[in-house]
């Protein structure tokens, strides 16, 4: 049995106590720190608890874990079958671990999650779930934020969700994909924006998939919007000169301030998002610094329309 503290506050983002899991919110709008917690330790009923902090909170942090390859790999089946990673390969012996690596001396004005996004969208079932182990962490900068798309569907004027409810949204990788060639002129190649070894399929990539534009979360029931700063390039039905400023317009309003978090990383971070309801943006701020993150997603369902 979990208990949720005072939930009657517009936020929402209260802290719960259950039996195993305690959490403390980071923000008003979402996100939430389990306190006390080995997550290569957690029980049945731990997990469950774990997950349903995860429901509420849309992302939660762990400090301090002591979490091998062969745990990550165990928690993240707990959530469901592996997710498909449209950008990277995999470590060797382990290939659903994919490294997130910035060197100390590699410069670049791109890097991956660095603009407003949800993870692979432009997939037929994107991710559901993105789990994130920070194993080496700038002495500063780097930091991760997440926007809460739950509260940013709720925060629109009944005519606002009326026009967007039966919208389809076109996810493509097409713009990721013209960023890196322009960054890669002149430079090794396409892995010129980072320090991994990249395997695309950029024409399924670029060719995407169309999704609805409110989606119905699967275990919650919460309605959320599902557009983003990235991937979300057309409106089904729209001409782009229609879909560009509405699109545009959507992205502004989910990224708030009023709808975010921040987490600042510390080694042995461990992070879990939920990408039905939130999109999180990482910073490019650590020149000069080593960085390594190691990531599993989540095989996640066709989303679900909210209104048929």
């Known amino acids: 049995m979990m208990d949720i503290i005072d939930d009657k506050q517009p936020y929402r983002n209260t802290p719960i106590i259950g039996d195993l899991i305690r959490t403390r919110p980071l923000a008003a709008a979402m996100g939430g720190e389990v306190l006390d917690v080995q997550l290569h330790e957690l029980t049945d009923d731990g997990f469950h608890e774990l997950e349903q902090a995860l429901f509420h909170h849309k992302m939660i942090f762990l400090r301090d874990q002591h979490l091998n390859l062969d745990d990550q790999e165990r928690l993240t089946l707990r959530f469901g079958d592996f997710g498909t990673d449209a950008y990277t390969k995999g470590l060797p012996g382990h290939p659903e671990i994919q490294p997130v690596i910035k060197e100390a ?123 983003d700063g990235v991937y979300a390039i057309g409106i089904d039905g ?47 701020d650590y020149d000069g610094f080593r960085r390594e993150m190691l990531r599993t997603t989540v095989k996640g369902e066709v989303p679900i329309p909210a209104f048929a």
């Open 238 to 284: 729209m001409t782009d000169h229609e879909a560009r400023p509405l699109l545009q317009w959507i992205v502004s309003h989910i990224t708030q301030e009023i709808f975010t978090c921040r987490l600042r990383w510390e080694p042995h971070t461990v992070a879990i998002w939920d990408n039905r309801v939130c999109l999180h943006r990482a910073f490019n």
């Open 105 to 227: 001396n590699t410069k670049s004005k791109m890097v991956f999650g660095g603009g407003w996004h949800t993870d692979s969208p432009f997939l037929a079932e994107p991710p559901s779930i993105s789990i994130l182990h920070g194993t080496e962490i700038p002495a500063y900068g780097g930091d991760t934020l997440w926007y809460n798309s739950v509260l940013a569907y709720e925060g629109l004027s009944s005519t606002m969700q009326s026009l967007l409810n039966h919208l389809r949204v076109h996810m493509s990788a097409r713009n990721v994909v013209d960023s890196m060639r322009k960054v890669a002129q002149d430079t090794k190649g396409m892995a010129a924006m980072s320090d991994m070894d990249l395997d695309l399929d950029i024409e399924s990539m670029v060719r995407g998939s169309i999704h609805p534009m409110v989606r119905k979360h699967p275990e919650s029931g919460e309605v959320a919007l599902y557009c």
